[in-house]
């Protein structure tokens, strides 16, 4: 799979620490900032990944924060995003089977590392099962354009 990855200054050696784990487990993975831990705006990072996948130029997406929290907000204001924030693999893998969120978010001030790769992996494993799960996607979706 292609995925994007974004995130904030809070968690940038969390970023290149997964973005290692993600070409490990033999996904692409393209960087969209930031890389430096000088003070930055979530939004910013959380619009670029989500736009990455909006389009389809990435299939999935991650995105680290302080908590997850901020960035996920912003990137579920681009039309077709479903980013979950996800602390425990339980969540990650369910997130994908019954919300089919394109976005996998967490905090790098929330897990430890080890935690945070399980996720990640946890999330990337999973299938989309559909059926009644479609439908309620497709009723989120009628949300977003009722807007
Ligand atoms: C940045 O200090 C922090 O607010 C941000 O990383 C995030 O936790 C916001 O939700």
New binding site residues.
Partial sequence: MKIAIGN????VAMKFDIMEYIRSLNHEVTDYGTDTEE?CD?PEYGEKVARAVASGEADCGVLI???????S?AANKIKGIRAAVCSDCATARLVREHNNANILAF???IVGGELARDIVKAYLDAEFLGGKHQRRIDMIRELEEKE
């Fill in positions: 904030d200054h809070a968690a003070s979530y924060c302080g908590t997850g929290v901020g960035i907000i905090g790098a001030r």
